[in-house]
């Protein structure tokens, strides 16, 4: 008999008041059988891990190779991510919880929405599946896909990411042309009172994000411009919201592991990075503030001292030293969302249509709406003043577009600022190191008078299969498959592209 795989206990309070025991993901899996399973007990429980390994480990992993994120005293392992380091090991946990956790049991629920025709259903699995598939190919280049997830085939060889993207754009195709807005959906956290029509938002948001990855290998413009016509995106970021509590197990899952305690850690790792603190608070030789985002106060925390201060790339600070306070850290709370795809990330892809395919004005127009979906999302006003210190350049329109976007997801979605970063390639490197800031082990050398706003800088001690001014291309193949799998590719290498980015 054929076995799904769970994180907890299947029983579903119908209220969906909080995520309770579905994002315990400590507790071991039940196994019932396919038979006894309704799509709306494994809904919530594939979503929770979804949103576990995306709105933890990718966002405090895709933090540190954004550079918006430096490390305080803490675990070696952040020491590496902020040395552009991925391990095989390390991300073995994040694959397994995608592939196992999440697209094993979408699978089952895409089974048994087809067999009762229950397209809503259907249409929000399969936008998940293509949500977590993004993520995969986004990470390690190339998975398992047109073999994977079949219990006859143990060593399924890896696709090229390209043909994953193109493979799920067209799933996403097939789900959307047979549901409406009005279809109905299983029990679900993102949407749990409404119908398919905000699915089909987020469904359609989803497609605009990769077809537009694609666009530097792909011609995606009468597919985009399908999209843009229809004009049927999310008017909210699409986000895990009402669903925490503050018990544990049941708490944002960033905050749950790096700001409570209810787990018995003590332990302080994640810091903002003097890259971020220093593109959204602009100095002048004097050391005087000439100008601050007002999104800064909504991302990150001020220190002890009620200033901003980031960490340095490449070191782990001692955990004695008297000035450890002194770096700011970003702002979480239990009940903090967990963000999919923004609004602004919408109106972000947009511009960059028009800027390749359409007008200059267009493309300000939508620039200008991003970034003012970024600050009201924030909620803070001061939106006009950031446009017009940083007015859209279409004759650079990948750096406009770069790193105002890397700035909007440096609050919201740190994983995606990753991703952006390496597709567009801005932020840049400018010509200061690490090492031109701080010296280890000398708390006093702090000195950040030579980083310029919006690049990027070698980190102190840089991982050496990246070396200077390079970032972070992928992750090594999981080891929690290639350990597994015969039919693993060879790996190309930490700074060879994806597919999108080459």
Same mark, same amino acid.
């Given at each position: ?85 991925? @391990? ?38 399969? /936008? ?248 009201? @999302? ?52 400018? /010509? ?62 930490? /700074? ?7």
């Amino acid at each position: 008999m054929k076995r799904i795989l769970l994180i907890s206990t299947v029983a579903l309070s119908m209220t969906l008041a909080s995520c309770d025991s579905y994002l315990d993901i400590n507790e071991d899996p039940n196994s019932p059988s396919v038979d006894n399973i309704e799509t709306g007990m494994l809904m919530p429980a594939i979503e929770m891990n979804v949103a576990a390994s995306y709105g933890d480990f990718l966002r405090i992993a895709g933090g540190y190779h954004a550079q918006q994120y430096a490390q305080l005293n803490g675990t070696s392992n952040y020491v590496d991510y902020s040395q552009f380091n991925m @391990s095989a090991t390390r991300s073995s946990g994040t694959y397994t919880q995608f592939t196992q956790k999440a697209l094993l049991n979408l699978k089952t629920v895409l089974e048994k929405s087809l067999a009762e025709e229950d397209w809503g259903t259907y249409l929000a699995a399969t /936008t998940l599946r293509a949500f977590v598939y993004e993520a995969l190919v986004d990470c390690y280049g190339e998975v398992p896909y047109t073999e994977a997830l079949n219990s006859d085939n143990a060593t399924p060889k890896y696709d090229d990411g390209q043909v994953v993207y193109e493979g799920v754009v067209a799933e996403l195709d097939a789900a959307l042309a047979n549901a409406s807005n009005s279809s109905p959906v299983c029990a679900n956290f993102l949407y749990p009172s409404a119908t398919a029509g905000r699915w089909i938002q987020f469904a359609n948001a989803l497609k605009l994000k990769m077809l537009m990855r694609m666009a530097d290998v792909k011609n995606v413009q009468a597919e985009v411009a399908a999209l843009i016509a229809e004009d049927n995106f999310p008017t909210a970021d699409v986000s895990y919201v009402d669903c925490w509590s503050n018990e544990p197990g049941q708490m944002n899952p960033f905050y749950s592991e790096e700001f409570s305690s209810a787990w018995g850690s003590t332990q302080t790792n994640v810091a903002a990075n003097l890259a971020i603190i220093g593109t959204m608070q602009v100095k002048d030789a004097e050391d005087n503030i000439i100008y601050q985002d007002p999104r800064l106060t909504a991302f990150f925390a001020p220190n002890s001292t009620g200033t901003y201060i980031g960490g340095i790339s490449g070191t782990n600070y001692p955990g004695s030293t008297s000035k450890l306070q002194d770096w700011c850290r970003p702002v979480v709370n239990y009940n903090s969302p967990v963000c999919l795809i923004s609004v602004a990330e919408v109106e972000f892809f947009i511009a960059e249509y028009y800027a390749r395919y359409g007008t200059a004005t267009e493309a300000a127009a939508h620039y200008a709406a991003a970034v003012e979906a970024s600050f009201s @999302s924030a909620g803070v006003a001061g939106a006009a003043e950031y446009i017009a210190r940083y007015p859209y350049d279409q004759s650079n329109y990948k750096q406009s577009i770069g790193i105002a976007k890397w700035v909007a997801l440096s609050g919201v979605n740190t994983f995606e600022a990753w991703c952006e970063m390496r597709r567009l390639d801005y932020p840049t490197f400018g /010509t200061a190191k690490g090492s031109d800031f701080y010296s280890i082990g000398d708390e006093d050398s702090y000195n950040v008078s030579k980083y310029v706003a919006g690049t990027l800088y070698t980190p102190i001690q840089v991982f050496g299969q990246v070396g200077d001014n390079k970032i972070l291309e992928r992750y090594p193949y999981a080891e929690s498959s290639s350990a597994r799998n015969p039919n693993t590719p060879d790996f190309p290498g930490y /700074t060879s592209p994806v597919f999108w980015g080459k």
